[in-house]
C-alpha cells in the first residue's frame, strides 16, 4: 500500500520494531505538540486525546494566541502541560519567567542552553525541589551541520549538542531537548537521571517537512528518547486519535509504560 503522510494505518511497521528488541528498560511517551491557533482548537484536542495522551506541549503559537488560560484549562482536563517557550533572556529575567512555570503547574518546560551557565544555573534554583522540570533546548531540529558552519561553530553538530547537553547538566537542569541522532550519544556520555525530549518524529523519514534531523519512532525508542514531541503528524492525519494510538502503541513496545508524577 502507498504510503501517505496523513493517513495512519499505512504508517508503521510493526514487526521491525518489535524486532528491535530494544528500550527494555526504558520506557517513551508520546507528547502532543498543540501547534494550533485557538483555544477551542487546542481543548477539542485534548478532550479527544486524554488521557490516551497524558502530555500536551503548549508553544509560541498557542500560547501567544491564548495566554495561561489554555495552560490551566489543559491541566483542569486532567492533562499535564509541556511549556514549550524556549526562554532565552538574561539570568534575572529568565529565573523570573521560570518562577510563572512552576506557578502554572507545567510539568516541564524549555529554555535555551544558549542563554549560557549563569542563567541556566538560575532558572535550576528555581525549579529543584517543584514538580516543574526545566529541560534545555539545545540545537533545535530544524538545523543542520551547514547552519552551524555558516555560524563559524567549529565543533560537528553531534558535538555541539553534547558539549550543550553536559552544560545544562553541570547547570542542574532536568534534561535536555535534542534530536534523535544525538539522543544515543547523550545517553552513553550522561550519566544518572536525565530527561531526553526528541521531536522532529516522523513516521517515514522521507516527509519531513522543516525538520532536517527527522527520525522515526523506533529510531528514537532505540536512541533512548523519555518523550516523543510530534506535532503535525498527528494533528494533519485523517483521524488523529488513531494517528495518536498508532504512536502510543509503538513507544510502548510492548512494555509498560511509565508512571508520571503529577505535580
Ligand atoms: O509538527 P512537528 O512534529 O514537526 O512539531 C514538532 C514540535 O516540536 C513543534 O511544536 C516545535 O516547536 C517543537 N520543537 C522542535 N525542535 C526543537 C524543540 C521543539 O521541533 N528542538
Not at 28 to 34: D, G, P, Q, S
Not at 102 to 111: C, E, I, R
Not at 159 to 173: N, S
Amino acid at each position: 500500500m502507498k504510503r501517505t503522510t496523513n493517513d495512519p494505518s499505512t504508517w508503521f511497521d510493526s514487526a521491525h520494531h518489535r524486532s528491535l528488541g530494544v528500550n527494555a528498560r526504558r520506557t517513551t511517551e508520546l507528547i502532543l505538540a498543540l501547534d494550533v491557533p485557538t483555544h477551542a482548537q487546542a481543548m477539542r484536542l485534548v478532550k479527544l486525546l486524554y488521557p490516551k495522551v497524558r502530555i500536551f506541549k503548549v508553544g509560541l503559537q498557542l500560547y501567544t494566541a491564548c495566554g495561561p488560560k489554555i495552560v490551566a484549562d489543559i491541566r483542569r482536563a486532567g492533562a499535564e502541560v509541556f511549556l514549550d517557550l524556549k526562554f532565552n533572556d538574561i539570568p534575572n529575567t529568565m529565573a523570573s519567567a521560570a518562577i510563572e512555570a512552576v506557578k502554572h503547574k507545567a510539568a516541564m518546560f524549555t529554555v535555551h542552553t544558549l542563554s549560557g551557565p549563569e542563567a541556566l544555573k538560575e532558572v535550576a534554583k528555581v525549579t529543584k525541589g517543584t514538580g516543574t522540570k526545566a529541560l534545555g533546548v539545545t540545537i533545535l531540529t530544524s538545523i543542520c551541520a551547514h547552519f552551524l558552519k555558516d555560524l563559524k561553530i567549529q565543533r560537528s553538530l553531534s558535538q555541539e549538542v553534547l558539549y550543550l547537553a553536559q552544560m545544562a547538566k553541570r547547570c542542574g537542569l532536568d534534561g535536555v531537548v535534542c534530536s534523535v541522532n544525538e539522543a544515543a550519544l547523550l545517553r552513553r556520555k550522561i550519566k544518572g537521571k536525565f530527561i531526553i525530549v526528541t521531536p522532529g518524529i516522523r513516521p517515514d523519514a522521507a516527509a519531513c517537512d522543516d525538520q532536517k534531523r527527522a527520525a522515526t519512532i523506533s529510531q528514537a525508542l532505540e536512541a533512548g528518547s523519555d518523550y516523543l514531541v510530534v506535532g503535525r503528524p498527528i494533528l494533519d492525519a485523517s483521524d488523529p486519535l488513531k494517528a495518536a494510538q498508532n504512536f502510543i502503541r509503538l513507544c510502548r513496545g510492548g512494555f509498560e509504560t511509565r508512571p508520571y508524577r503529577r505535580y
